[in-house]
């Protein structure tokens, strides 16, 4: 199926991760002691109040900022090595698009970097554009895109180079409710699709039950991972599980474990 | 009917925008006709547009000559003022302590009035030297090049950088995909403003001596020994000069800078 790394590792492995940043106030904890382990193809949410250390997390793995402590790999590789081998694509909160290219060359812009052959690339981005379902806007500019077009202009970027492991961050954060749920149908569809695992920085719960497999909750100050909460919901997700009684109960356990106390409802007051 | 909205938010239609100027130029021409050949009541040293413009195309060649002059300095001085601002913006932008050196010496060379330095530059480089003037054009061209190439240079935005970044691109896939690019429409804003700069530095120069040649020179002789429509023929040149050098330059800028970041 997959060649023999991504069998015989875990997509990510963080042992004893944590992060400190030097202020002139002193040493900010960010993270500290984080175990996790994301398998193969596995679907997993990092949601938190701000501050804990979310966000931070995701960039440790991508190699965008280096931990303070503790050990990561990515397929049982050090951070800084997937990075350059890439086998992990990004996606952040701002599509960060560059708007001088046409979409078709924003989603080829990683391919143009390693080298791909133009022949290969136009087909790769022909595949990727199909893919995201953007295939009638790739000779457009960024500017000429609505806000959830160029996120998914950002996506299809982030899986050019064919990885195993998705990062994103926040990434349907600014857009509207509409939109969002619609990403959000499409990516459950993309990840089944490209067999990748995901690890989805959120502060929506039930953007988080929706998507994943495991709901990973952190807290603040420092930040570290509180509860995991897995949602056997397997791969099919339509709009029929968000109004499924399963749903609402893994958004009450998910509401519950980030506040640390048994929630009141409204009707059992 | 939202169209004849929009076409009113949008004010004039697009025909009328061209000719509105056009229109109130020609206004004032007629005016400026009335005051002059009409009612007979301007200064001497005010003549007729019709009579500038006789003197325009009759003494076209020496005119020309003169603008070719004028021209050449005003882009000698651009491009080496460039040039060497591009190169100096480039260091600081990835140099920290040049940046620090250079910052503030460029402070000190906008407020120095550029212009006054001629005499002293003619008399270093020789009295039949065009050196002097391009010098000062090129002084002139230096500082707003050099201040918007270093904050353009500086306009990466953080997502960006780490887009390219897990992509691993070596640093100099970085300054080709990204940096250039985001700086470009900086420098060309900053050719656009220099153009002008040059221009009028290199002809305000040559009325502080130097050759006996070029569009400046003309009009001070022209001006003291009282032919007052030949010497604005001169200034017409002068004007022609600067045009050309501002459409073109802001021409690059439209074309390099049609897409905005998003």
């Not at chain 1, 931990?67 to 990515?74: K, P």
């Amino acid at each position: 199926m997959s060649p023999a790394t991504t069998t015989s590792a875990a997509a990510v492995r963080a042992t004893g991760v944590g992060k400190v940043f030097p202020t002139k106030a002193g040493e900010v904890v960010a993270l500290t002691g984080v175990e996790l382990e994301v398998r193969a193809g596995e679907f997993v949410s990092l949601i938190g109040p701000s501050g804990c250390g979310k966000s931070t997390l995701l960039r440790l793995i991508a190699d965008l900022d280096p931990a303070s402590s503790g050990e990561l790999s990515i397929f049982g590789k050090p951070a800084a090595q997937a990075r350059v081998d890439q086998d992990y694509g990004i996606a952040f909160q701002q599509a960060g698009l560059l708007p001088w290219r046409t979409v078709a060359s924003n989603i080829g812009l990683p391919l143009e970097l390693h080298k791909v052959g133009r022949a290969e690339r136009t087909a790769r981005v022909a595949e990727l554009a199909e893919l995201v379902g953007l295939t009638e806007f790739v000779d457009r500019y960024p500017d000429q895109l609505s806000g959830g077009m160029q996120q998914r202009v950002a996506i299809a970027r982030a899986l050019a180079s064919r990885p195993k492991l998705l990062l994103m961050d926040e990434p349907f954060g600014a857009l509207d409710e509409m939109t969002r749920e619609y990403l959000q149908s499409e990516l459950t569809r993309i990840a089944a699709e490209t067999e990748a695992a995901v690890v989805f920085v959120t502060h929506s719960i039930p953007e988080a039950v929706f998507l994943s497999d495991r709901v990973v909750v952190m807290s603040p100050r420092p930040g570290r991972i509180t509860d995991v909460i897995t949602t056997d919901f397997g791969h099919d997700r339509d709009d029929a599980l968000r109004e499924s009684p399963e749903y609402f109960e893994r958004v009450t356990a998910v509401r519950e474990a980030l506040h640390g106390v048994k929630v009141e409802r409204a009707n059992e007051r | 009917m939202s169209t004849l909205r929009q076409a009113q938010r949008a004010g004039l239609p697009s025909w009328l925008r061209f000719v509105a100027p056009v229109v109130v130029g020609a206004l004032g021409v007629a005016v400026w006709i009335l005051y002059v050949d009409v009612l007979g009541a301007a200064p001497r040293m005010l003549p007729s547009p019709i009579a500038i413009g006789n003197e325009l195309v009759l003494r076209w060649p020496i005119i020309g000559d003169a603008i070719m002059i004028t021209a050449t300095n005003a882009l000698v001085g651009l491009l080496a003022g460039s040039l060497i601002a591009i190169a100096l913006a480039g260091l600081a932008a990835a140099i920290k302590p040049i940046d620090g050196m250079l910052v503030p010496l460029v402070a000190a060379i906008a407020v120095v009035p550029i212009v006054a330095l001629t005499p002293i530059l003619n008399t270093m480089f020789g009295a039949s030297s065009q050196f002097g003037r391009q010098a000062v054009a090129a002084i002139a061209a230096f500082v707003p090049v050099f201040v918007n190439v270093l904050r353009g240079l500086r306009q990466t935005r953080p997502v960006h950088r780490d887009l390219l970044r897990v992509s691993a691109a070596s640093p100099l896939q970085e300054f080709r995909v990204l940096t250039l690019p985001t700086a470009l429409p900086y420098l060309l804003t900053g050719l656009r403003i220099a153009s002008s700069v040059a221009v009028i530095a290199a002809l305000v120069a040559e009325y502080f001596g130097g050759p006996a040649d070029g569009v400046g020179t003309a009009i001070a002789t022209y001006a003291k020994s009282g032919r007052a429509a030949l010497a604005w023929a001169f200034v017409a040149g002068g004007i022609l000069i600067g045009l050309v050098f501002f459409l073109v330059t802001s021409l690059l800028e439209r074309l390099v800078s049609r897409r905005s970041p998003v």
